[in-house]
């Protein structure tokens, strides 16, 4: 059974930073791309980051490069996002998933709030 299992969400002040974390079980982790999506209240889920399966190639939102980095430990069969100077438009849910196979994690809130 895949499991992808997100954390490191929270609340945290504008300008802040956190690091989520996406464990995968029941895959062969290093053979797929990884991709972070996220959705905030009343719009559509967005890609907010990706990396290839080797970690070699990344790709970022407009809105997020410079700012996110993604990464992976194919060792840990995991998959982090650092997030800094976040701001309020950054609040959101944030899921983990392998697009090739449509797994989905289950997600972790975001939260940017003074």
Wanted: glycine share 12%.
């Amino acid at each position: 059974q895949v499991q992808l299992v997100e954390s490191g969400g929270g609340l945290v002040q504008p300008g802040g930073s956190l690091r989520l974390s996406c464990a995968a079980s029941g895959v062969t982790f290093s053979t797929y791309v990884m991709k972070w999506y996220r959705q905030a209240p009343g719009k559509e889920r967005e890609l907010v980051a990706g990396i290839a399966s080797t970690g070699g190639n990344t790709i970022y939102a407009s809105s997020v490069k410079g700012r996110f980095t993604i990464s992976r430990d194919n060792s840990k069969n995991t998959v982090c996002l650092l997030m800094t100077n976040l701001n309020r438009e950054n609040r959101a849910v944030y899921y983990c998933s392998i697009p090739r196979k449509n797994y989905w994690g289950q997600g972790t809130p975001v939260t940017v709030s003074s």
